[in-house]
């Protein structure tokens, strides 16, 4: 397998939820009032759209080392949607490095660390999501100089307007053209993020917000990223490309399976939500935990 194969294989991989119905042939329900002009640093694009967070009882969603991991993962799926790779939360460009250049012997963990590649423009549409995207932090382990973070993301909730269907919606896991799962599996994704407290780039100032980040906002105010620093991320290539025998493709069949059951909703009804055109996404509801109005 070629360099430049394994590339286009791990941009499949980073994207498939961004371009599963990209274009403007549905005509999806509106919301009263644009979320931008209510909450910082969320753009009215994803008025109809919000994350729900969970995690194992031992892992506060609201504290620690999950605040940032929520925003840079939601800064990710953001500035991706948005095709702005500035439209990310304050802090996230300071803690993250840049991403690696595609055409030599790139990291997989630092292919995609930022979205779009880093670039303003990457050539791809903006889309409009709808519904919801659960989120659940799976496990944390401690590595040399950080933390190892799995981070199980259910697509099935997250809808597009159709291209093929018009008037109509399809969720982010399944074919665009089809309606159809390719795999039971496709209502999940794994991802590995890894994260440090130990790192040049973080600014001799910088410290953690005091204070439980949860409230009705979608987005954060201020920058809560505190004194960590993303060092990899990624859902597919994990290692060098050119890694001999192979590269590291790690999520494995029993991790997907895994993140399936940690979803709010059982594997059957993921299933069910994620397959066939729909007429309407299920509803947003509000944002978990969400975030505080004003800086704290």
């Known amino acids: 397998m070629t360099r430049k194969t394994i590339a286009c294989l791990f941009f499949v991989a980073c994207i498939a939820g961004l371009t599963q119905g990209c274009g403007s042939g549905g005509q999806p329900p509106t919301g009263h009032g644009s979320s931008a002009e209510q909450f910082a640093n969320w753009p009215s694009a994803l008025d109809n759209f919000r994350f729900h967070w969970t995690s194992d009882p031992e892992v506060p969603l609201t504290t620690g080392f999950a605040v940032p991991i929520r925003a ?111 795999d039971p599996l496709d209502t999940v994704l794994v991802n590995r993020i890894e994260l440090t407290q130990n790192h040049p780039r973080i600014p001799a100032g910088a410290s953690d917000v005091d204070t439980p980040q949860e409230g009705p906002a979608p987005a954060p105010v201020g920058d809560v990223f505190g004194h960590w620093f993303i060092t990899g991320a990624s859902s597919s290539l994990w290692g060098p490309v050119d890694a001999k025998p192979h590269p590291d493709f790690f999520v494995t069949p029993d991790m997907r399976r895994q993140c399936q059951e940690a979803m709010p909703d059982s594997p059957e009804t993921q299933i069910e939500m994620a397959t066939g055109f729909k007429d309407n996404p299920p509803p947003h509801g509000q944002p978990i935990p969400g975030w505080p109005l004003a800086p704290q």
């Open 72 to 182: 840079y993962f939601e800064s990710w799926y953001i500035a991706s949607w948005t095709n702005n790779a500035e439209a990310v939360y304050p802090g996230f460009l300071r803690a993250t490095p840049e991403s690696d250049d595609l055409d030599g012997d790139y990291l997989g963990q630092l292919a995609w660390v930022r979205p779009l590649n880093g670039r303003p423009g990457y050539p791809t549409e903006p889309v409009t999501p709808y519904g919801f995207m659960p989120v659940h932090i799976q496990s944390v382990e401690p590595i040399d100089n950080g933390l190892r973070v799995t981070v199980c993301e259910g697509q099935y909730a997250a809808f597009l307007p159709s291209e093929s269907a018009p008037n109509q919606m399809i969720s982010l896991a399944a074919n665009k053209q089809t309606g159809e799962l390719r």
